[in-house]
């Protein structure tokens, strides 16, 4: 039962992370049919900016703060610079050029920091434990948990009840009437970026806090599962991303602590063999609406 | 009120509108009809900003709006109904009309406007809380023109309201432009169903092949014999061409 129990911490933390980043993977595809594969890259820059900045000397709080919006104007800048002019193009340019985005910012900072893994020194209330249940849990977890949950109730509100909300709710319903009704869709697209940044940063921050080691590639595998867990869920839908995320990681801690000795390092394998079996049952995911739904 | 001169607006490469002038003058519905592809709805695009004019102007109340962004359209006081509605399937009817405000910092006059619409539409205060993907074709027609008023426009573009209606719906739309004009509203109107909507306007400019072939006072235009064989004879003798 501990056992369990522990699992199944294990797998709520690592499934805020996930749901995070499925998050951010959402909202910018709904808003502009698109899916950007850099997106990972922003967990990496997160980390990396709060360890710099730590380096630096500046006070652990403010040194998140700061790293938040440093990730915020990347995810800005990659979609100016990167994104807006093939927005139009077809779905093979715009995938092409979000992958080079992502290899472009690993190996940019694989260049300039190198490739070897670094450590993330954070408070050591973070680390301190106590015990739930008889199951060992420590702050960190809790915070994560706590930020995700926080900050899902605040992207849904916000997307439910703002101007601002329902005007990206329009955009992603209806371009063209967005557009004759006066909304600006870079306006609302810079805002997507923004969300999907935010949480993309509390994200890689916390994931980099919990294991306090990081490097240059650990956007990739976290993004592509994130993205798994998206697609999972129903690619433009929240409910569906956070599922997602929870599903994916649940089945992956779960694998790896119950299946027999031998084989449970597959657990990747495993889950993605779920992940396929669930698509083949419903092609647009677990609260996706059909694409004749969505036209 | 509206004064287009030499208007050209081309898709890729093919030439959608070709040179047209035309005026439309405060309190008027004017119609503007015409067969499938004769450029009436590339026209309207143009008007409300999204599609790019080609060359030619747009003025409006002495205002230059060629070129302009649809924000800045909107904001002058010009708002296109689109062919097909589009209302945002997904938002509710409350949303829907509170998109028609997006652009007004006033959030009095969209409460007020969002009051005479309901009056206007008492269906879509029933409906309020429901999607607009769940509405009929006709209560969806209806949400579109009411989103559009929201705005607060002085001109109204309405593309194909009547389109893919039943006759009794149909005959409700044109009441309620008829109600609009009474109101004080501008409307330059799209129709496939030219005879109904040249019922109902003052003027007429038929449309053909990106260019316009004939304008009149609608009566007249009515009465014409091409124009009557064209309509009431079936669309394929249309290209008989009323330039030659």
Known sequence: MEFFTAQLISAVKLGSIYALVAIGYSIVYSIMGMINFAHGELLMIATFSLWLLLSAGVPFAVAVVLAVIITAVFGILIERIAYRSIRNAGESTQIITSLAVSIFLEALCQAIFNS???????????????????????????????????????????????????????????????NLMGINKDRIITTAFVIGSVLAAVAGILYSGKYTSFSNDMGFMLGVKAFIAAVLGGLGSLTGAVAGGYIMALLEVFFSGYLPQGIGSYQTAFTFLVLILVLLIRPNGLFGSSARERS | MLKVSNLSVSYKKINAVRNISFEIGKGEIVSLIGSNGAGKTSTMRALSGLVRVKSGSVIFDGQDLTGASPSQIVSAGIVHVPEGRQVFSKLSVGENLE?????????????????????LFPILRERIHQKAGSLSGGEQQMLAIGRALVTGPRLLLLDEPSLGLA???????????????????????????????????????IMESGSIAMEGPSGEIAENDEVRRIYLGGKETWNSSLLN
Do not use: W
């Open chain 1, 116 to 178: 070897s893994s670094k450590a993330l020194i954070i408070p050591d209330v973070f680390s301190q434990t106590f015990k739930v249940l008889g199951v060992t849990v420590s702050v960190i977890d809790v915070v994560t948990l706590a930020c995700t949950a926080a900050l899902t109730v605040a992207v849904v509100l916000f997307i439910r009840h703002t101007r601002v909300g329902k005007a990206m709710r329009a955009v992603a319903d209806n371009q063209e009437a967005a």
């Open chain 2, 167 to 205: 006759p009794i719906i149909v005959e409700r739309v044109f009441d309620v432009i008829r109600e609009l004009q009474k109101n004080g509203m501008t409307i330059l109107l799209v129709e496939q169903n030219a005879l109904d909507a040249m019922a109902i306007s003052g003027r007429t400019y």
């Open chain 2, 99 to 119: 998109m028609g405000g997006y652009l007004v910092t006033d959030k009095k006059k969209v409460r007020d406007r969002t009051a005479s619409v309901f009056e």
